[in-house]
């Protein structure tokens, strides 16, 4: 057995019962330190990653991402999961040949989006959506992995924020082989409800980017797992702009006080 099949045993395991947090560094450093947090599983952020290239989230390159799941798989011994935006394809066929390029990088999981990044269509028309779901699902069964594909529905995060077309897509996704379900930007416990329910037994992510949900309430709505996105890297951006930006416009440092001995943290590995 592979140290990749270890991981997508382990990330498997963490689906069938409970709930756990699955953080989302955006480097190798900040993924190191989510381990020795304790947390069991990581998943990678478009977004914090592309930040740190001086660029907007949905910017990047397939290669890029290749390379980043690479160096963040292979930083730490957790579970992987992918944030593998749109699958860097329009057309099904090309949406699996490059889920096959990510299974090969060390991740337990990946994630496939239905949103177009057209301002006047946001999202894919439905029988496409699913037939790139289904593609992916393919792709992942050829190659052997195992990994968990995730379905998503970006219906809140562009703009168009019905449920009943949520739930009908994420419904959708599973059928055509999505092992986990999510629509990130659901913020109110009666949407985490309706949509546990709707694609129940299957499992459901939960994205958690405000404080309106505790992970004991998820967990007793159903839901399996959570993330944060791009939020922690957000915080991360928080503190170091506002210090940078008193020393730009006030010649003062306040902010250079209470701060975490970083090298005390890595030196325990």
């Given at each position: 057995?592979?140290?990749?099949?270890?991981?997508?045993?382990?990330?498997?395991?963490?689906?069938?019962?409970?709930?756990?947090?699955?953080?989302?560094?955006?480097?190798?450093?900040?993924?190191?330190?989510?381990?020795?947090?304790?947390?069991?599983?990581?998943?990678?952020?478009?977004?914090?990653?592309?930040?740190?290239?001086?660029?907007?989230?949905?910017?990047?390159?397939?290669?890029q991402v290749l390379?980043?799941?690479?160096t963040v798989s292979?930083?730490?011994?957790?579970?992987?999961?992918?944030?593998?935006?749109?699958?860097?394809?329009?057309?099904?066929?090309?949406?699996?040949?490059?889920?096959?390029?990510?299974?090969?990088?060390?991740?337990?999981?990946?994630?496939?989006?239905?949103?177009?990044?057209?301002?006047?269509?946001?999202?894919?028309?439905?029988?496409?959506?699913?037939?790139?779901?289904?593609?992916?699902?393919?792709?992942?069964?050829?190659?052997?992995?195992?990994?968990?594909?995730?379905?998503?529905?970006?219906?809140?995060?562009?703009?168009?924020?019905?449920?009943?077309?949520?739930?009908?897509?994420?419904?959708?996704?599973?059928?055509?082989?999505?092992?986990?379900?999510?629509?990130?930007?659901?913020?109110?416990?009666?949407?985490?409800?309706?949509?546990?329910?709707?694609?129940?037994?299957?499992?459901?992510?939960?994205?958690?980017?405000?404080?309106?949900?505790?992970?004991?309430?998820?967990?007793?709505?159903?839901?399996?797992?959570?993330?944060?996105?791009?939020?922690?890297?957000?915080?991360?951006?928080?503190?170091?702009?506002?210090?940078?930006?008193?020393?730009?416009?006030?010649?003062?440092?306040?902010?250079?006080?209470?701060?975490?001995?970083?090298?005390?943290?890595?030196?325990?590995?």
């Amino acid at each position: 057995m592979t140290v990749q099949d270890d991981r997508v045993d382990s990330f498997r395991r963490l689906h069938g019962a409970g709930c756990f947090v699955m953080p989302n560094p955006w480097d190798a450093g900040s993924a190191v330190a989510l381990e020795l947090l304790g947390f069991k599983a990581l998943a990678t952020t478009s977004a914090g990653y592309a930040w740190t290239l001086g660029r907007a989230d949905n910017q990047l390159r397939l290669g890029q991402v290749l390379e980043h799941l690479r160096t963040v798989s292979g930083a730490v011994k957790l579970p992987v999961n992918a944030d593998f935006e749109g699958g860097f394809a329009d057309e099904p066929e090309q949406v699996g040949a490059n889920v096959k390029l990510a299974a090969a990088t060390g991740i337990a999981g990946l994630s496939i989006e239905d949103s177009t990044g057209d301002a006047a269509e946001p999202l894919y028309e439905l029988d496409l959506a699913v037939e790139r779901i289904r593609s992916a699902r393919r792709a992942i069964d050829e190659s052997g992995t195992g990994i968990i594909l995730t379905g998503r529905s970006e219906g809140f995060v562009v703009g168009r924020p019905d449920l009943g077309e949520t739930i009908r897509r994420l419904q959708a996704y599973a059928e055509a082989g999505a092992d986990c379900l999510y629509a990130p930007r659901i913020g109110t416990v009666e949407e985490v409800s309706a949509i546990v329910a709707a694609v129940s037994p299957k499992p459901v992510n939960l994205l958690v980017n405000a404080p309106f949900i505790t992970l004991p309430v998820a967990a007793s709505l159903g839901v399996r797992r959570i993330s944060v996105g791009g939020t922690l890297a957000r915080t991360a951006w928080a503190g170091f702009l506002t210090a940078a930006q008193e020393i730009a416009d006030e010649g003062t440092f306040s902010r250079f006080q209470e701060l975490p001995d970083v090298d005390a943290r890595f030196r325990t590995r």
